[in-house]
């Protein structure tokens, strides 16, 4: 079955990516600005104070610079952003600090700006450091979602691997897992095939509409 399964993740990423690539860049950015603005309005974003947010591709996905710009220009919220480790390929999450550090990142893997690991002379703060508060919320990239909150990712497994990882640490809570999706990545319930290690989303929040669990059911 997960044979199978891992097949149809393949299928439909590729299908996907295709489709992605093909909209046109003022879509992307038109529906990433009502997703961001879903995102502010959002009562567990405005309450959170420990948030991450990935670092958006060129195209091809909801477009985070202005999130990232929101979130840096609150002096209640910190902010932490993905970072992978070429040597192992393990995904952390590292502090931005302004919007300086910010926009000083060199681009990356896939055009994505990739976080330097000092900022002013010192090691970038991680949220596996033990004197950093706990993850409140993420913000989730990804290929497809669907309407039972499942989420297909490019298949490099860093973002299942950080939670379980981060989930089992001494004293972690469970961040909320918030995905930010174009109207085309959404698929109708139990489109996305899920394997035992993948996590489920507990919110997707598209252009028109934010997409919950239903009440007591847990992802």
């Known amino acids: 079955m997960s044979i199978l399964q891992s097949t149809n993740k393949k299928a439909l990423r590729k299908a996907m990516t295709t489709a992605l690539r093909e909209l046109p860049q003022s879509d992307v950015q038109s529906q990433s600005q009502a997703i961001t603005e879903k995102v ?5 974003f405005q309450e959170c104070k420990t948030v ?4 958006s591709m060129p195209a091809a996905e909801v477009q985070t610079t202005s999130l990232i710009s929101n979130i840096l220009g609150n002096l ?12 192992d390929g393990c995904m952390n999450f590292v502090r931005v600090y302004t919007e300086e550090d910010y ?20 090691k970038r703060h ?21 309407r039972s909150l499942s989420r297909l ?8 691997r950080f939670l379980t990882s981060y989930r089992s640490s001494a004293g972690r809570s469970r961040p909320l897992l918030v995905a930010l ?12 095939p899920m394997l035992d290690h993948d996590w ?8 028109d509409e934010v997409i919950t669990a239903p009440q007591g059911q847990e992802c």
Not at 181 to 192: D, I, N, R, T, Y
């Open 103 to 122: 926009r000083s990142f060199p681009s990356g893997l896939w055009g994505i700006p990739d976080p330097t690991p000092e900022w002013s002379g010192k």
């Open 153 to 160: 990712g490019h298949g490099k497994g860093y973002y299942d």
């Open 40 to 44: 502010l309005s959002l009562p567990a």
């Open 126 to 146: 991680s949220v596996f450091d033990a004197d950093c508060s706990n993850l409140d919320l993420i913000l989730v990239p990804g290929v497809a979602f669907d």
């Open 200 to 207: 489920k989303m507990d919110m997707i929040i598209t252009p």
């Open 76 to 87: 209640k919220k910190a902010l932490f952003v993905p970072s992978i480790t070429p040597s």
């Open 181 to 192: 999706a174009l109207k085309e990545q959404l698929l109708e319930h139990g489109q996305v």
């Open 52 to 55: 991450s947010c990935y670092l």
